[in-house]
């Protein structure tokens, strides 16, 4: 129970990567706002967290809106009395070859993967640096190592929040709040069935051909799942991992090795 008494707020916590981690904060001791759009989602999943005899607010929360970023931090620090953790993970995705991306498009998944993640950071930062301590992990993924001739504004996303983390862990180490990143691979939720469905006709493939390629390629044999994305998570958050700061974590079962 290395996280009894603490508060994490999880975005994009009603399925996927934000559900296991969500899940798996509780197990540790965690007390969890689960700040999603998706109120059936939120409200399955904080089910799941009071089941595990853990308090669990919902709050809809638009990542884009800072009025909801704020609502999100007021009902925190009413609710709870204080602000431990943040997991940046709410994201969407699209793709298109590069001659097809629109304006919308690309601002779109730069407003939800990237700008979201600063401006809820921002948010909670101030009731971090009054305690000195807090801890920021954001959700990044393996496409913002990488190149692709089929997302590029995706690719940029991610990669832009690789470089947030990097930034927002060096302004604010002498704080006491760490910021990490983590970058998944080919992980089975949700949004890897839109991932594989807009991929496959851009390349000639059907959706079950796009799957069992990526598959192919993961050195690890296997896709990912949301549990192993989360306990990295979990292993970033508690003190264990206290001299770490500014990291982005390779978890794609070996796709990107370095």
Partial sequence: MELQG??????????GIGRATALELARMGADV???EL???TAEATAAELRALGRRAVVTRTDVTSHND???MVATAREKFGRIDILVNNAGIYRAAPTLDVTEQHWDAIMNINARSVFFASQAVLPAMIARRHGV?????????KTGSRTNLPYNASKAAVVSITKSLALSHAGEGIRVNCVCPGF???DMWTEVARAQAPLLGQTHEEYSHARRQQVPLGRM???EDVANVIGFLVPSRADYMTGQA????????MH
């Fill in 6 to 15: 603490q508060l994490a707020i999880v975005t994009g916590g009603g399925r």
């Fill in 33 to 35: 706002v689960v700040a």
């Fill in 38 to 40: 998706d109120q059936g």
């Fill in 69 to 71: 970023l704020k609502a």
């Fill in 136 to 144: 920021i992990v954001n959700v990044a993924s393996m496409a913002g």
């Fill in 187 to 189: 992980v089975e939720t």
């Fill in 224 to 226: 990912e799942r949301p």
């Fill in 249 to 256: 974590l390779s978890v794609d079962g070996g796709l990107v």
